[in-house]
């Protein structure tokens, strides 16, 4: 399968632990998605440990492996490329967030729109989102 969108980190945690918060088009997309079509890149997996780490997400006690294996599984994760790294910070985004910049930059060297609910990445322009 060739990958259609990238996923956001929130994007990500919220499919896994409260579908409710997607937005309608982004939930509409990612379950519709064919395995593979939705990419995860591995700046969204050090985010998530970031997040997990200062209690920023509630696992209740269960190991994140237990919790995000079967979205990692179905879903491409893919590393930070070479192109996306040397794009990112240069990026017209209004922060320095550098995750989002290099998920951001991984979504335009893909060529594909990112799910995201991110006002900062919307209003930049930078990149097609879903949401």
């Not at 509409?28 to 064919?34: I, K, N, T």
């Amino acid at each position: 399968m060739k990958i259609r969108y990238v996923l956001d980190t929130h994007a990500l945690v919220w499919s896994v632990l409260s579908p409710e918060r997607l937005g309608p088009n982004a939930l509409r997309v990612m379950e519709s998605a064919g395995p593979g079509e939705l990419a995860i890149t591995s700046a969204s997996i050090m985010e998530l440990g970031r997040l997990i780490d200062a209690d920023k997400i509630d696992l209740n006690s269960r190991r994140p492996s237990d919790v995000f294996e079967e979205a990692l599984a179905y879903n491409t994760v893919i590393p930070v490329s070479l192109e996306a790294a040397i794009k990112a910070p240069v990026l017209g985004l209004p922060h320095f967030d550098p995750y989002d910049r290099l998920i951001v930059a991984e979504a335009l060297v893909l060529g594909v729109p990112l799910i995201s609910k991110d006002g900062n990445i919307t209003d930049s322009g930078l990149v097609r989102v879903v949401w």
